[in-house]
Nanobody, 125 residues
Framework: QVQLLESGGGLVQAGASLRLSCTAS????????LAWFRQVPGKEREFVAR????????HYSDSVKGRFTVSGDSAKNTVYLQMNSLQPEDTAIYYC??????????????????WGQGTQVTVSS
């Protein structure tokens, strides 16, 4: 099994910043790319940002491009999501996700093999 442990969520005002972290653990953790998804009650879980360990460029959803930055530390199997200029519509549960680096782009729910428990991000106006 691969376990994903998230941290960094919280309550902030519009325009503020947060930094989320997710660490993957387990014998095969290094075989997986890592990504971020988010979900609001009543809506589908949606892709936010993806990191690849192979050296490929990160990928972002259009809604967060230019405001969010994904980065990682391969030695620690950790992915970060720096969220700037947060808006109320960014309010959601943010999930760390792991997918095989040998298949899938990890931009869709169907690409995900393991999920974190989620961390709540709330942005007030």
């Amino acid at each position: 099994q691969v376990q994903l442990l998230e941290s960094g969520g919280g309550l902030v005002q519009a325009g503020a910043s947060l930094r989320l972290s997710c660490t993957a653990s387990g014998r095969t953790a290094s075989l997986y790319n890592l990504a971020w998804f988010r979900q609001v009650p009543g809506k589908e879980r949606e892709f936010v940002a993806r990191l690849t360990w192979s050296g490929g460029s990160p990928h972002y959803s259009d809604s967060v491009k230019g405001r969010f930055t994904v980065s990682g530390d391969s030695a620690k199997n950790t992915v970060y999501l720096q969220m700037n200029s947060l808006q109320p519509e960014d309010t959601a549960i943010y999930y760390c996700a792991a997918g095989s680096m040998f298949s899938g782009d990890l931009t869709r729910v169907v690409d995900v093999r393991f999920w974190g428990q989620g961390t709540q991000v709330t942005v007030s106006s």
